[in-house]
Structures are given as structure tokens and as C-alpha cells.
């Protein structure tokens, strides 16, 4: 690709990009939100046909105008956001625009069902029948079929667009596995991943973006994550997770043997005032479950919680709330934000509605707060009538934060706070959460970085299979990434036995 | 079908003209409305002008134009018809097609019932609902159930002949009742009797005039649009007017239906808007939503001099007749039309001959007499 | 910024935009057009609707597309307020009120608790009322007998000073209260925030599920109150009394700029739109236009009014994007 | 014993049309006096053609995640001109030719309006509806239009197979023919794509405009068909065959729901909405055998709809929320 420029009206998504890819080799792009990294690949995928520059593939120079014509040139591409149909079964949505065909326009439902089978055995997901509906699969049991779907089209060149995202450890474990497999075979793979850890394992060459703009091409061997991040920000980050002066105040919150049959069961810890309580586990481990109870979205059966030393028992959400417990949900675009409402409105709109006892609302009132709380979190654009829906996702992600942030909680839950957030912006999403919790208040932290959550928390309640595999004092137990990981992944089986 | 027919047919032969004996000492004449009034009343068989060449040639405001609306009946050889049984009515299945539900409707399914106990028939009652395609399953159904004669009230004017084709083609003599069908269902009808809709349009056109002075202008709300009943209280008005009363002009023709007062008074208001005070009768095809709506209309723009008269004799009109509001509404009486068609029937199992058609005889409803039509009927 | 400014004002006051073009037509049209009876009758002949709409918009504002229950609970409350005034007037009020809620908050709870789809619950709905309603009266037409008939009468025919009916009072009122409420209030903000998206309004803690029925009981409530305008001015009550009347609710909350999606729109745009449905039909009749012509305009105008909103709108946001 | 029963509830769900016909036609015919003979059967099944051919075009509109208002107001238009033609032409072909190809060009233009204007359907085919039907009404001042020439009536009752009527045979057929199509076809499976997600239809490469107006004309053709078929049946055609009483609008939502269609796209399939049209026609049917009158149809009619709605909500609202659950902590909590 040399000189790709795409804008939308009169802004430069993507600034004048070069970039080349050989077969069987893995190419990462990094960058911040909003760098253009996704634009730049949906150019190349054919969805964007008024780009302006030039593509060549195999040295002849081709035309991507439609998703069609770059299917063609061999070009497939896992999309950032799903994309698949719900009411539509699997192979279906594999084989979607391409379904084998038997005497000219008849289905081939054989056919379909057989190379379904063979797909979804690629990605490991040989257990799920072809006929199922994409509806009643789990979210990364979607992300492993639409890889699926992006591998049948047999690609010359494969887009990946924050694949793990949604994915755990071990899935994501399996999908290098994948790669490695495909780079065999020839491919050319573009990655794109806000988790440097994969990059670097995975990728050969990574290019770096910033603005839209084409700032390093440099092969992994010859650089190192800081000078990624460098290039990424332009300044270097240091002291990622800095040591935090920890004064624990008397206990918020306490669960006592916590069980909600089928999610989760026995669950005990206690967080106190200026403390971060990190929650660790796989994917499915049942920590959005746990914190969901704990704010009171689902209920519980058995066991006990207090808050602030009062027993609370089936309380509603908007009950937590009003006690200003805030819960930070995992999906911003579908749990989170209003995407086509402007920032202050979003900001605004929990404190005004679950806090405020009057009748009428009182917006003007929290103005000033707004603005406060937008400088310290650094939004950008910096303007309360944009509407969110345009923001890139760490702005969002901010906004999100800000919403909480604003109805000034005892208790801080946060649900993946930084998924598909990029480097900066997570520093300062950080920031912004121990500067919280310094006031006297306190977090509980659920992620899937681990990293992440070794670095804030002061304590880690573990979590397997939705039990509760004891709790790690950052100052007495080892809690690097390491050592987190193994104990998530551990030996496990014991419990799935008794 | 036909099997079952001629089965029942032996089966009340074997009863023997004792049977029929019953059936003709039945004493109907003297049965009641709940009004008091009788069930049965008098009917007339209107005379039938000569048809003329090319009735679309004509001018709307030509009675003529509206021939084939007027006189179905007219110039249609007849098919053969079943023969009478002459072998009594008592132990006779009925069954009654309706085309709907409306109050009018409720009163008239009442009578049917009261007339077929008093004949000792049985009658059951099928309702449309309005809905062409309900009808025309209902007539298999009703072929289906075999009755000895059929009371067909068409959903529509046309469509019915497909209907009545059916039923003709399966041997049940049928009665239509309450709407007319068109020329070419008229064939194969037994007989029919209803109310005379332009008749009654044209009685309360020279009623209205003659109010008016036979001058000034007027409007008329029309029925549901495409109804017999649209053209018959519309028209007939119109050309009544035209030929007794030259001098009063028709303004305008709007259909605002007949579900909602709030429309009609929306209509109304504009036209008192638009014409002021040229306006001076109103006629309107219906006497509930179209009269509520008309009356409250004038009322509202302080015009109780606007003359309004209407079509038929529901409880509301028969108010605003007392009240004053309403110069005069028509006698179309439901429960006299419902067990019209149940006499024929009764006359026709006995072996009497029956008209043709025959027709309810149409009067004005005026603030002399509405004490004789009340309690009103729907 | 100039262009975006006036593609603002259009996307903002568009209904209002056409009711001025209506005006404008009407005045070219007829002299009498602006005299203060005809604007009173414009006004009149919409009040019914308007209240019926402002409902209905509740439904629409909070994401829940339509409710298509309304004729039958128009039906319903013209039948309850007829049997109940016998009780008394302030009692058949409240009776025919509560009709109305109760239909609204069966129609929330289960619309709001089980996700079902608004238009086919609505219309199941609507199916069984109406047949309750003609099993238990029949088809008839049930009259006011009993009670304070003379008081029941007025309802639909007092005016203010001789003048302003009381239902255009009504309406009036209803709407301007609405609009503050919708838009001032916390609840009403929690309705706009519902019809943004029902899971981020639950996740931010708003309960969902009784705002939904807030709405649903707001647009059977307005229903009842039409209802028993239409026993009064009918003084009797029957089955078909709603029959239409919902998708001419629907005609004039579209035409207020509100989408079906949800979360935008006002209560004074529905104002607009009512206005410019009464206006219509007021400048059609004064052309002498025939009726079916009247469906054929009406029509036209409302495709090429939503289309102008629509394509305001999109330029708008491709402007501030 | 719990997978059985899992798979007997989703054979159950999955063939729910055919179940509701199945026990409204046992209860019919074990206690509706005279619903099960031939004679009757043959009417229920005839009088599905005009609803059953009409609803072929309204799923295929619903599977793509949009609703057609408009539809009854086709049929009329079709209707009319088809009469209109047979008056003028004498031929039913030509009746039923233009009506269809009218009735094409009316669902393209529903289908520009909400793909290239972006209205919503439901808005969109609303200001349709009142359009057609003022010009239907318009053209013939609202009066019936009628023919003398019963040829298709006669051939349409006629029963080539026993039992079964022409008309309901042709239905049958059609019925047959498109949901074939739609369902062993790639290009009939490409609209349940472009209903269930229109953007991942877009990136498969598939045009979701071209395949949404393809829906509206399909309906405008089918329910032109069905128009013009009832209407040269009929011998004749109203001017608005749902201007009184229930519209034929209602009785397709609800015959289409009841087969699975759902009004956000991606389900649905002709036979089952075919069969939905069967179940309620034997409904009302049976109802009138009972004398029961048309309230307590409607009636009827709403509480099946209201069930089957409302158990299709609480089953999934009852898998959301054990979405996720893991067996084997059930088993502890129970002992
Ligand atoms: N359809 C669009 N219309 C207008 N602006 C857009 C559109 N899509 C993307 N943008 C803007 O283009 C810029 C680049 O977006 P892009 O999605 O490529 O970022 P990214 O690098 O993939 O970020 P992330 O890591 O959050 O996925 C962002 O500022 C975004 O707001
Ligand atoms: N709507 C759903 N349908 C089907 N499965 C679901 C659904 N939601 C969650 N799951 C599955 O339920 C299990 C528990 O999910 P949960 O979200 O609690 O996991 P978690 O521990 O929070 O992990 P993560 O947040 O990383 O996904 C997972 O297997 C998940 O895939
Ligand atoms: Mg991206
Ligand atoms: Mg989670």
C-alpha cells in the first residue's frame, strides 16, 4: 500500500500510509484510539471504496472498491466490532455471501454443513453444531466463529482487528496457534492488538501509527515495547504501575460466602476505604456475574453482604446506586454510554437521575463538574455537545469513567475498565481511579489484564469456575502477571471434580 | 348436500299436511316490537321507470344516471328458483348471513331471532364482520349446513353475485335482506326486502325542501364510500333536490365515514367556515356520529338556523328530533327489516306465493310525531 | 456553520416550519381563513387527536414505537364512563382514567418486562379488548341514561367564555404540561434516556421497566381521556368509537419529528404536528378538495415531510461528524 | 432426562406453527358440529388464498426486518386494475399481468423510500397506504368494480385434486414454490442475512438495498397476486376490501408471528406463515361452527396471539437469565 489518505468530510483518518506485507508473515500495527489503524484496514478490506492512493497485490496495482472486489484480490478481514447475524446459524454466517452453490442458485446444504464443520474445527470450536444460531453462542465463541468466517474465504492476506479482545488467555493461546499455522501456510497477516505482550509474541514487523499518520516500520527484533509505546504516545511512559501510598480505611464492603446458583458460590472478601480489590479469573469465570450481584442487577441466593457494616439484602440497582455504589459495566457501547447523546449529557446522566431526589432535573448545577472532570480525564474533543458516538474509543471509555466518576461513589466497580483502550489513555484511566480511591473511597477492579489488575489492586480475589480460589496481599504474595496467571489457570481441575 | 336436503324435505312430508296446517295458523300479525309497534309491517313493490339508453351519459343529478343503482331489480330474468316445499314453516332452518356488526345491526339480528320463534323456525346467525373474504367462506360454510333457506345480507353490493351464484348453484333459495345486490345478483334471488334506501333518501329531500322553502344551499355527508348506502342517501338526495327544488345548489359532497363525530364536526366546521352563511341544510347519511357531529358543529359556530336532516332512526336522532336540534331523521326501522325476511320465508315454506322484491315503506321522522317511535330501536 | 445552523433549525422546529407554510397557504387560499372561528375549529377538530398523540408520543419517546391498543381503549373508556356516571361525575372521571391505566400498565408491565415487540402485543392487545368489549355489549350502542347527563354532555361541548372548547383547553394543557415534564423533569429525562438505549439507561441505574410502564399508562390514560370526549360528544358509547384512530396518532407523532427509534423529539413538536394534520385537512375542505383526493394529498405530504426531516437530519449529522 | 426435554422444547418451538394448527384443527373437528368434512375443509383451505398468497410477500418484508403497511392497500390497487383490465381486455391474463407489474412498481418505490430516502418502513409505507387507497377510491369514486364473466370463478372452485380447491392449490403451490426459494436458495438465504445484519450482509458483499427492495417489490408482487386472483374470483373488487370491521393487515402480522416471524428481522418462513394463515382462518371457521359470533373471534384471535407471544418472551427471558450458568454449580446448590 503506498499513500493510502481516507477522510471522512474534511478529517484525515488515515494520513498518507505506507505499509508492506510479505507472505507468511505477521505484521502488527499499533496505535492510540483513534490513530486510524481500523479505517486503514477497512480500506484495505474494500469499505471504504473512496480512498485516494495506491494497493498492489502480488505487484499488480488493484482497485478495493467493495468488499466484493478485495474477497477477490484474496483480502479477508476479522472486524473489530461483530459482525455477525444472530437469527442466523453458524455455517450460514461463515459461508454468508458465499454460500456453496449446487446447480447454479440452489443451496448446497451438505456442502455448507461439511465445510462449516471443518472451519469451526480450525478455531477449535469443533463441539458446536453448524446448524446452531450465532444468538446462542457466547461472545468469544462468536469471535472464534468470525475468524472461522474470515479463514473460509481461503485469504491471501488476513485483517485482524483486536481479535482477542473479547477472547481469553487460553483462546487467544490457541488463536497464535492459528497464526503460526497460517504464516505456514503463506499468509500475510496484518494485527492489530492494544496488548503489546501479543504483539510482540506474534508479530514479525510492527508498524506504528500516530494520527493517522505512519510513524515507525520496525522488525521485532530490532525494537522493544518502550520504543513501541514511544512511538505510540511520543513521550515515553515510565513507571507504568507506580507504587501507591495505601491508607486502608475501615470496610465498605463484605461478602459473606455469596453464592448464586449456577454463576457463582462461596464468594468471601471484604474491601475497605482507599483500597483497590482486584478480581481475577478466565474468561467465564463469573466476575461480571459476582459484580453484577454485588450492585444488586441479578440477585443472589445464599450468603451475606454488607455495606458500610449494614447487612443488605436483595437490594436493586438503583437502590446501590442511591447508596453511591458505582458499577462500571464491560460493554461501553452497548451497557455504557448513549452513543448518539452529547458527552455532557452521558456525563450527567447517572448523578442527575439516581442521585438527585428532586423532581425537576438540575443539569446547570453540575456544569462546572462536567468541565472538571473532562480536564482531568483529558476528552477528547474537549466540547460537552459532541456526540459520543463519534469519539474514539478511549474518549469513550473516559466519558464512561467521568459518568461514574461524577456521582462521586463510596464503592467504584469497575468491569474492565480499559478493554480496547490504548496505552495512554489507560494511564490515565488509572490515574483518575487511584486518585478516587486516594479519597477514601474504594474500588473493586474486574479485568482481563492481568498486568492491569497486578498493578492497581492492593489486594486479588481469584476466581475460578465461579469459585473462589483465595485472596492475594500485594505486599505478602508475589502478584505479578506471571504468577497470576498460573494461579488463575492453576490446577484447576481439583474443583471441577469435587 | 343436496342428499341431506331432500332428506329433511321427506322427513317433514311424512308429518303430513298437519304440519303445515300449524305453520299457516300461526298468529303473527299480532306480534310486537319492543316499541309496541308491529314486527311485521306493511310493504310496497315500487314501480320501475323505463330504463334508459345510456344512464352514464346522464348527468349525476339526473335520477336516471343512478338507474342501475336504483333498480337492480329491473329488467333481470329471473332463474328458476327450488320449489316451495308447501309443507309448513315450523321445524325450517334458517341461516342468517350478516355482513356486520353495528347497533343498526344488533336490533336487526334481535327481530330476526323474535319473527323465526314466532314462525317456529330455526335461525342461525353468521356475522362477517365487514370482511368480503369472511363472507365468502361463510356462504360455504352456511351451503355446507344445508339449510332450508338462506337470509343473505351482502357485505357488498357487487361481490355478492359470486355469492349468490354459489348459493343458487347448490339449490338453497335465498332471501337478500337489508342490502340490495347488484343487477346481476338479483337473478338469482328468491326474493328481497329492505329498507327503501332511495326512497327514503328522496322523502327526506322533499321534507328538507319543503322546510327550506325550496331555496338556499346544501351539503351532504355521505356513507362509507362505496356502500349501496353511499350512493342511495347521497343521490338521492341530490336528485330529488334537482328536479323538486332547482333553486337549492349542492355546495359540496365529503365523506368523513361514519366512526368518528370528531371528523364529520370537522367537516361541518369548515364548510360553516367556507360558505358561512350560504350554508343552509345539511344532510347527512347516518343519524348517530354524523348528526352528533353535524349538530355540535353548527351549535359550536352559533348557526341554529342551518337545517340538518338525516337518514334513519337511532336513539340520537330521535333526541335531537325531540330536542329540536335535528329538523328530521327517516324511519328505517332494524327490527322490522330483520323479521321481514323471516316472513317471506314463512309464507314461502306455506306454499304462498312472494313478491320479488318488496320494500319497506320509507316515512319521516319529524318533531310532530317522533313520540310514535319511541323507545327507538338501536 | 452557517449551513449547519439552519439545518439546525430545521431539523428543530421542521413541524412548525410546515405549520407556517400551511398558515401562509390557508391565508392565499381563503379570506375567512384567518378569522378566529376558523382557527378555533382548526383547533377543535384536532383537540381529540392531540390528546390521543400526546400519549402516544410517551410510548414513541421512550423507544417503544406504538401502541396500537389505543382504539380499544378509547372503546373501553367510552364504555366505563358511560356506565360509571352514574356514580357521579368526579367518580366516572376517575373510573374512565383508571380504565385507561390499567390498560397502559398491562400493556407496560409485560411490554417492559418481557421485551416483546410493541407492535404485535399492542395489536393482541387491542384483539382482545375488542372482543371483550362486543361479547359483553354486543354491538350495540349503549346511551347515557343515568346520572348527570347534562354534566356528561358538556364535556365535550362547554366552551371557555363562550369561545374556547374544552377540549382544546384540554389539549392545550396536556401538552404544555407534558412538554415540561418530558423535558425538565428527571422522569422525563429517564424516558429519553429509555428510548436511547433501554440497557444503557438500565445500566445507569434508571429502572427501566417502570418507565416503560410510565409510558405505556401516560398513552392509555390520554386514550381514556379522548374516549370519554367521544361518549360525550356522542353521548353514548360503541365498539368502533377508536376505530382509526391510531394511526392518525401515529401520522401526527411522526410528523412532529419524533423517530420511532426513540429518545428524540419533543411534546411541542407533537403539538405542531397535530396542527399541521388539522390545518391540512382544514385548507383541503376549503379547496372543496374530494375526500379521496384528501387521502391522496395527505399521502404525499406526509412522505415528503418525513423525507425533509430525515434528509435534514442525516446532513446535519454528516456536518457536525 | 434434562436433554430430552431440551430437545422436545426446541422441536417444539421450532414446529410451534404446526402444533397450534394442529390442536385448533383436533378441537375443531372432535367438537365444532359439521368443521370436519371435505366440503368444510376445502372452504377453510380456499379461503387461505387470499390471505395465504398475500402473507408470502409480508414475511419475506418482516424477515428483512421491516414492515410493509401498505400491503392491503396493494391488494386493492390490484384488485381495481385488474377488474378494471379484464373489463376493458376481456382477458384475465392481462388483468392479472398488470395488476402484478403494478404492484412490482409500488413495492420499488417502498423499497426507494426506505433504502435510498432512509424512512422508516413502517413510516414510509403508512403515507404509502393512505396514497393508494385515496387514488383507488379516486379512480371509480369509490363503487365496487365488477365483471359478468365467471369463467375464473368457476375454475378457481373447481377441485382438479379432491378435497382441495383450485384457488387453495394455486396458493399451496405458490407457497411451496417461494419458500423453496427461500429457504434452498443462496439467494433467498441472502434476505434472512440482510434481515438478521444488514452491516455483516454489506461486508459478505451482498447489497442489502438492492435485496430490501427486492423484498418490497416481492411483496408488491405477491400481494398484487393475491388481490388479483380474490378479485377475479369475486368477480369483482372493492375499492377497500379493509375499510370497515378488521383490516386483512392485522390477520397477516398476527398469521406471521404466529409462524415465527419476527418484526426485527432474520426469522421467519413461508410455510410457517402459510400455516399461521391456516390456523386462524380454522379458527374463525371453527367459531362459526359453533355460532360463535365474530367477537368471540377476534377474541380468540388475540389471546392465541397474546400466548404465543407472550410464552416465546418469557422462554427467552428465562434463558437470558441463566445465560452463562454453569451446570455443575446447580448440581452442588441442590444437595
Ligand atoms: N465513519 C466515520 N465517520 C467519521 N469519523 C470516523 C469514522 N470512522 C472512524 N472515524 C474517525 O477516524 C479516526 C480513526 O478511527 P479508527 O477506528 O481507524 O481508529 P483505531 O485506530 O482503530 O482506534 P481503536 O484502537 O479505538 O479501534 C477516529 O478519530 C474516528 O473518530
Ligand atoms: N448472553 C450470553 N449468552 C450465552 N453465554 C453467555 C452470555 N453472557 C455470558 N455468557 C457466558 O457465560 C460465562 C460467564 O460469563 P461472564 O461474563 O460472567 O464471564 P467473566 O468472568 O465476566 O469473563 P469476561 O468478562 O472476561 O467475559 C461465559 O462463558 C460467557 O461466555
Ligand atoms: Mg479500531
Ligand atoms: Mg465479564
Redesign the pocket.
Known sequence: MQHIVKR?SS?L?VNDISIQVRPGEVHAIC??????????MKVLAGEYPDYEGRISIHGTEVKLDSPTTARRCGIAIIH?ELGLAGPISVAENIFAGNLPRKKGILLDRRKLYEDAKKYLGMVGLSYVRPETLVSALSQHEAQLVEIAKALSNDPKILIM??PTSALSREEGKRLFSIIEDLKKRGLAILY?S?FLSEVFEVSDYITT?RD?RHVATEAKTETTPEKVIYHMVGKDIKDFYAERKTTVGSTVLEAKSLTRYGFFQNISFDVHEGEILGICGLSGAGRTELARALVGIDQWDEGELFYEGESIRNHSYTESIRRNIAYLAEDRKLQGLMLNLPIGENITSAKAICQSRSFWCQEEQEKNAVDGLMEELQVNPRNVKKIVG?????NQQKVLLAKWLLTDPKLLILDEPTR?V?VGAKSMIHEAIKRHVDKGNAAIIISSDLMEVGGLSDRVLLLYHGRQRGIIEKDKDNCSEVSLLMLANGDGKAYEEG | ASDTQTATGTETADAGGDNLEKSKAIDWQSAKDNAGNPLFIDTFVPDTPEKPADPDSLPETDELHWFNFEYPYAEIQKLEQPASPADGCIGKKLILLKNGDHPYHTAYIEATKQAAEIFGMEVEVMSANWDVNIQTQQVDQAINEAPDLIIYNPVDQETSVTHLRKMYDAGIPVIGSNVMPSNEGFQYLLSFCGPADWDQSKLLAQYMAEKAGYKGNYCVITHNPGGSAYYARAYGVITELAKIAPDMVCLDIQSPGTDSAENVKQVVSDWITKYGDDLDVIFTSETTVQATGSIEACEAAGRSDILIGGIDNSETALNYIKEGKLTCATNQPPMQDGALPVLLAAKWFNGETIDDYVFMEPAVINADNVEDFLPAQW | MKKANILEFVSRFGTYMIVIILVGLGCVISDKFLSTTNLINILDAVSYLGILASGMALVTYCGQSVDLSTPSTIAVASFVSILTLRFGMIPMILCTLLSGALIGLFNGLIVGKFRINTVVWTLAVSFVFAGLIRVIFGSANIYVTTGNTRAFEQISRYRISGRIPLGVVVMVALMIGLHIFVSRSRIGRQLKLVGCSELVARYSGINVLRIITLSFVGSGMAAAITGLFIASLSKSACYNYGTGYEFRAITAVVLSGMVLDGGRGSIAGVLGGVLAIGLLNNIMTLLGLNSFLQDVVTGIVFIVIVWFTNYTKTKLEALN? | MDKDRKKWMAFCSANRVYLIFAAVFVLMSLFAPRFFNTYNIGTLLGTAMLNGIVVIGFTIVLICGHLDLSTVAIINVAGNLAIYMVQKTGSFGAGILAAVVAGIVIGIVNGLLVTRAKINSFIATLGMSTLLQGLVSYSNNAATRSITDFTMTDFLDKKLIPIVPNRALIAIIIVLLVHFFMSRTTMGKNFYLVGGNVESAWYAGIRPEHYLIGAFSLNGAFAALGGALYACYLASAMADIGAMGVSPLNMLIAASVLGGASLAGGRGSILHSFFGVLTLTALYNGLTCFKLGYEMQIFVNGIVLMIVVLMEAVSLYRKNKLAGSKSDLFKQAQN
Not at chain 1, 496505535?31 to 479505517?39: D, F, L, P, W
Request: negative net charge.
Open positions: 471522512f478529517f483518518a496505535g492510540e484510539n483513534g490513530a486510524g489503524k481500523s479505517t486503514l473489530q482487528d483486536e492489530i492494544h501509527m493517522g463519534q469519539l474514539s474509543g478511549g480496547g490504548d | 461528524g
